[in-house]
């Protein structure tokens, strides 16, 4: 159009009209410019101020996305807190001592034994491992041994012991109310003697649509390791060349069974399945229990034991009185004895025994006209013990009481459970230096627990790992102040060792402490008959650790209430550790805490080279599930940082950016030597 109008003005000749109408285009063209550059000004703006809207909308989204992150994270831990706050202390107790047991796995550490081992005494420590571990739960437990299976052998007591409870808490902890435990001799395929032990609960766990229960993996939400136990459990019975498989039975319920090899010695070949010699003339017994399943049980030993047996229902019971007098014992569930009963049984001629579960937590006093009580599960070795007391003059090479008790010494017998004494520090027991302890224990665990509460006391501490060890000892030094004395241990239990200690009069001014899981009346009153001075139930606690030295040691001022202190190591800085955080997740124990940090650095320690030799060979997965332990680990004992750049490791690891994983390995190098040379301080 602007060509056209030229070729017109330039037809006419007029050079005025010419230049009047160039100069008209000309501003035709300069407004047009201003406008097009206006246009231009104004989208760029309105791009501008679209790209501004952009970003705060992608800030605003990137805020609330982060904003749900965070309520989630903050929703987790208050619930996880919550979680941590209603489980007993007991239950993290547990968590603890596998977490150590899982560490010294990790670094190869577990030793199988192979000791003289009493099957009742073994099952035992698993029922008192068990009551320690699950209370607040009731649930009826059954021992069923067949009774062909040797009740002495040569095998690893304390290994048994943890599998059997870690299967056995899995139950628990999944509210099974009813578990059977039975133990039968079984050969397969191997050429050793193996024990079968068969756990049934009435679990309904489909194991073909389940994870593997034998893998634990660390769980990023409860901050806890899935399966812990079983794999533990299942660990501990391939190194004693076994054994551990969970199955379905015939009614798709879930079924645990292990087999362990075990050896007969010669001189237990020909062991008697009932510990003495002498025997119970058969009684006529009246067996009345609230669950038929363990009145079947405790009718199937009381007839093992050569015994006439009548069993009555709980129903039948309740409806109908039975004429007491023409049994020579009632063994009489506690629950049943109503005050409409008692003063029935109080006119019977016969013995009564009152049987009571050791995992419930009521208390029935009605119970307590009873000549003696036993508590479930039973074994064979409970119930003939009990018999033997109520019908058998008790007759023993030591010196023996007007009423049987083996003699306790020159000490004072204290019969009831220990009190505590308040505000103990570790350093307290310093008030006790240079008092001389034997230490009886065969758990290498508590013997650390005993040895850390007291580290700082100066005493003299000697450890033995069974009874026979203990009293070659005392054969070279009889100058101890105090025996602390397990009782389930391989070759000499503590029973037996006790009644030997007490037949030398030699020893007559050294106190025995029994240590014992086991706690329930006829385990306590069988204590005290082996010439022990008191007990004191497992966990060890300082607390009640410091008032039987009170009782028994000179001192000044031992029962004196004490203001709080802290222990100067938890108020210590150590670089990449928060010490106060590790105690909390460790049981609140400084020991327990120490013996972590101990096993992560032996079996943990290194792993910086295992993450290098890993991303040089390309092996990302075993990088990632290696990852995934430290993170659980390092968690833990505390170690923030470490925690942190582990976290990164796996965040880059999922989005598979493995480019920048070398450079966060690095940070990882730098910071693991840190905390190991703030482990190995604070240790120290």
Known sequence: MFNDLIKILAAQGDDFTIWVALF????????????????????????DEEDILLKKAHQAQDAFVSKIGEDIHNIAKENLNKSNIAKSESQIL?????????????????????????????????????????????????????????????????NISKILVNILLYCVENNSQNIHLSIAPTSLSSKNDQLSFTIKSELTLHLEDEVDIFRSNYNENTEEYDYLGLFIAKELSKLMKGDLIARNDAQEQLEFVCTIPYVVEDSTQTTSSQPNVKKVKPKNILLIDSSEKSAKNIETILSTLGHDVKRIS?????????????????????????????????????????????????????????????????????????????????HNTSKITHNGVVNAGNALVHRNSFQNTRNITLHDFATFKNKKILLVEDNIINQKVFLGILGKSNMKITVANHGKEALKILQNDKNFDMIFMDINMPVMDGYTASIKIR???????????????????????????????????????????????????????????????????????????????????????????????????????????????????????????????????????????LHSIVSDILTKLSRKQHDFIPELVKQYTTELALVNRSISQYIH
């Not at 285009?25 to 201003?34: D, E, H, K, W």
């Not at 030793?111 to 073994?122: F, I, Y």
């Not at 020893?507 to 014992?516: G, H, Q, T, W």
């Not at 150590?574 to 460790?586: E, H, Q, R, T, V």
């Open 94 to 158: 547990a968590i603890t001592t596998n977490l150590i047991d899982f560490l010294r796995i990790k670094s190869k550490k577990v030793v199988v034994s192979h000791q003289h081992l009493k099957l009742s005494n073994l099952l035992n420590d698993v029922s008192g491992t068990l009551k320690t571990n699950t209370r607040g739960k009731e649930f009826e437990l059954i021992y069923d041994v067949q009774a062909d299976v040797e009740k002495e052998l040569i095998s690893d007591t304390l």
């Open 503 to 641: 037949e030398n009069q030699n020893y007559n001014d050294i106190v025995i402490i029994a240590l014992s899981a086991l706690t329930s009346s006829d385990e306590i009153a069988k204590m005290f008959t082996s010439g022990m001075n008191g007990y004191m139930a497992k966990p060890l606690q300082k607390e009640k650790l410091y008032t039987v030295f009170s009782i028994y040691l000179d001192n000044v001022a031992a029962m004196q209430t004490r203001e709080e202190k802290q222990d100067p190591t938890v108020e210590s800085k150590y670089d990449g550790l928060n010490i106060a955080l590790g105690i909390s997740k460790s049981s609140a124990s400084t020991i327990f805490y120490k013996e972590i940090l101990t096993e992560f650095q032996d079996a943990y320690g290194h792993t910086d080279t295992m993450f290098t030799k890993l991303i040089k060979d390309f092996r990302y997965e075993q990088l990632r599930i290696l990852c995934v332990d430290m993170k659980g680990l390092t968690g833990t004992i505390g170690a923030e940082k």
């Open 314 to 394: 709980k129903e039948k019971y309740i409806d109908y009185i039975p004429y007491f007098d023409i049994y020579d014992v009632i063994f009489l569930d506690e629950k049943l004895f109503t005050h409409k009963i008692v003063s029935v049984l109080e006119n019977a001629n016969s013995k009564i025994i009152a049987t009571s579960n050791l995992f419930g937590e009521d208390e029935y006093p009605n119970a307590n006209i009873a000549d003696a009580k036993i508590s479930k599960p039973l074994t064979i070795w409970q119930v003939k013990n009990v018999l033997d007391q109520l019908f058998l003059e008790i």
């Open 24 to 47: 008209g285009l000309g501003l035709v063209a300069v407004f047009a410019l201003f406008l097009s550059s206006q246009k231009i000004e104004t989208f760029k703006k309105k791009q």
